[in-house]
T-cell receptor, first 113, second 112 residues
């Protein structure tokens, strides 16, 4: 997971609270992604950013917003957290050469009460 | 949309045994990625397959993509406790801007 950092690692929220998950890379790649991982559901794409200044919806965008602040940072915001958003959130970046594989951050474990 | 089905969902083997995990796609695979995840951690990239009939190996792990490019298998030879974790396959659809669709994962337990 070297090169992709996520903060915080753990977070507990009450229903209705807001928070921003931060993701930063030091690998100078263009594309960044936010996924959530839930038991029995696998990894699902929330939003992605193909390059600085662009963002697009993924499979499950409702209840989330994103900001691609610059090439290095991609944040995920929950405006009004709901228990259904309890999950593990992963940020990933896509290598722009070789196999175009995605590198994942260590994840943020979020619980909404 | 593309769907990936992994089998089995979970697998328990004795150390030293061989095992196979399968990943079947509902559509043609333009790129198939295998990842491993240890509990509480992020995903680690293992291998990528692209061509029909392609086979790649990394240490004791071998992955193959069938000729029709709709199924991939991951084979571990002489399993070790260090192989334990969740194995996920991910696929790129044609023209997808490299959005990956993932299978639900296979949980592998290796008993010493």
């Amino acid at each position: 997971n070297a090169g992709v950092t996520q903060t915080p690692k753990f977070q507990v929220l009450k229903t209705g609270q807001s928070m921003t998950l931060q993701c930063a890379q030091d690998m100078n790649h263009n594309s960044m992604y936010w996924y959530r991982q839930d038991p029995g559901m696998g990894l699902r794409l929330i939003y992605y950013s193909a390059s600085e200044g662009t963002t697009d919806k993924g499979e499950v965008p409702n209840g989330y917003n994103v900001s691609r602040l610059n090439k290095r940072e991609f944040s995920l915001r929950l405006e009004s957290a709901a228990p259904s958003q309890t999950s593990v959130y992963f940020c990933a970046i896509k290598r722009t050469s070789g196999h175009n594989e995605q590198f994942f951050g260590p994840g943020t474990r979020l619980t909404v009460l | 949309s593309q769907e990936l089905e992994q089998s089995p969902q979970s697998l328990i083997v004795q150390e030293g045994k061989n095992l196979t995990i399968n990943c079947t796609s509902s559509k043609t695979l333009y790129g198939l990625y295998w990842y491993k995840q240890k509990y509480g951690e992020g995903l680690i990239f293992l291998m990528m397959l692209q061509k029909g009939g392609e086979e790649k190996s990394h240490e004791k792990i071998t992955a193959k993509l069938d000729e029709k490019k709709q199924q991939s298998s991951l084979h571990i030879t002489a399993s070790q406790p260090s192989h334990a974790g969740i194995y996920l396959c991910g696929a790129v659809g044609g023209g997808s801007n490299y959005k990956l669709t993932f299978g639900k994962g296979t949980l592998l337990t290796v008993n010493p």
